[in-house]
């Protein structure tokens, strides 16, 4: 196969993005509308040479992942995020504790490799979080920030 182009140059072979990447991307353009956007919007402020129907999967992963939100069956279907891409990292680790059988060890494991700042920074957001936060604690939700949380 030839790699030249026609005025002799090489062709860079497209640069393979990294696992989460182009989600983390989307999340971003997402983060940037004031209302609830078309999968076309998204794809014109990604500019990066994508399909559409790319954008549509990408979409529709982070919909399944709970990232974002999207309307009705009405068209235009309208996306709307749901969880920055800090909120997608939190989202990951928690559907990896909850495969977990033992999920005092993996908690444990975690907290042992943590650094000492990112140990206080933990503690710290344990602290705020009081005896709310848990698991059925809507505040506590993906992208959630601790002034997001009800008072009381």
Request: charged share 25%.
């Amino acid at each position: 196969m030839d790699t030249e182009g026609t005025g002799g140059e090489r062709e860079t072979p497209a640069r393979r993005r990294g696992q989460g990447e182009l989600e983390a991307q989307v999340l971003s353009v997402l983060g940037e509308a004031t209302e609830p956007v078309t999968a076309a919007w998204v794809l014109e402020r990604l500019g990066s040479g994508l399909s559409y129907s790319t954008v549509i999967t990408i979409l529709t992963r982070l919909h399944a992942k709970q990232a974002v939100t999207r309307t009705g069956p009405k068209r235009p279907v309208l996306w709307q995020p749901v969880a920055n891409e800090a909120g997608l990292a939190a989202l990951r680790m928690r559907r990896l504790l909850d495969k977990q059988s033992d999920r005092d060890a993996v908690l444990a494991g975690f907290v042992s490799v943590l650094s000492a700042d990112d140990e206080e920074l933990l503690r710290s957001l344990l602290a705020e979080s009081g005896p709310a936060g848990g698991p059925g604690d809507p505040a506590s939700g993906p992208g959630a920030a601790p002034t997001d949380r009800p008072e009381g």
